[in-house]
């Protein structure tokens, strides 16, 4: 079975569609980004995947489990969202380990990842001492990310991995998330800079309006791209995504 499923995957808000009819099929083990202008409807895709929200039609199934199936589904996954959640008033050692208790994983084995994925990421352990509240929004984003994985999902879900990282931490980033599939983590990557899905995605998924317009490789996307001499995955995707300039903000509306 495929890490990520989806067949005919439909969200409508009222008269407004949301995700249309979304068929997606992602190996284990492998890195899909997902792209899309704002309000393409990716957020409430990851939503769908999730749990956090129930499709209107369709099926999707993530590490075989059906996305309706909340509390079987929550062991499988990490997910970042673009706002992740932190207690404030906590230290990151805290937050990480209460998040540890809520999965119930082992305590010290916990406790060695958790003071390992911190110190890659530059955070030291007075950093990790200090409240949440004090942290600059790179520092939460280091935590929030640990947090996502840090029970060895069968899929994480990354929605702008590297918001507010300086270069040193953006790179280290995407390295963990090799490592992550290298594995057997399948990593769902929502972002807009696009340099990070050319470097680490093993699959493109562009949508727009709710729909799958384009799925290839980053390199084949590239060579489609018409424009100028210099060919990029922001050629392809701008150019895959400007048949209609219409703004929609169902994303921003209904996440």
């Not at 769908?48 to 996305?67: E, F, Q, R, W």
């Amino acid at each position: 079975m495929p890490a990520i499923e989806t067949t005919a995957l439909t969200k409508r808000y009222g008269s407004t569609t949301a995700v249309d009819q979304l068929d997606l099929s992602i190996p284990d083990g492998t890195v899909y980004g997902f792209l899309g202008p704002n309000g393409a409807g990716k957020t409430t895709t990851m939503r769908i995947l999730t749990g956090l929200t129930t499709p209107t039609s369709g099926s999707a199934t993530v590490a075989d489990v059906p996305v309706t199936n909340r509390d079987s589904l929550r062991p499988h996954i990490g997910y970042l969202p673009e706002e992740p959640p932190l207690y404030e008033q906590a230290t990151a050692y805290e937050q990480l380990e209460y998040v540890a208790g809520l999965r119930d994983l082992p305590q010290q084995e916990t406790q060695a990842r958790i003071d390992d994925l911190l110190n890659r990421l530059d955070l030291s352990q007075d950093d990790a001492a200090t409240r949440i509240s004090d942290y600059s929004k790179g520092m939460r984003q280091k935590v929030a990310y640990v947090q996502a994985i840090l029970h060895d999902p069968d899929v994480a879900f990354l929605d702008e991995p590297t918001s507010g990282l300086d270069p040193r931490a953006a790179r280290t980033i995407r390295e963990l998330i090799r490592e992550l599939t290298d594995e057997g983590t399948t990593v769902f990557l929502s972002t807009h800079i696009l340099p990070v899905v050319e470097d680490v995605a093993d699959t493109v998924g562009i949508l727009y309006n709710g729909q799958l317009v384009a799925e290839d490789t980053p390199g084949q996307l590239t060579k489609r791209a018409e424009t100028g001499e210099t060919r990029t995955l922001e050629d392809a995707f701008l150019e895959l995504t400007s048949t209609d300039p219409a703004e929609d903000d169902t994303e921003a509306t209904h996440g």
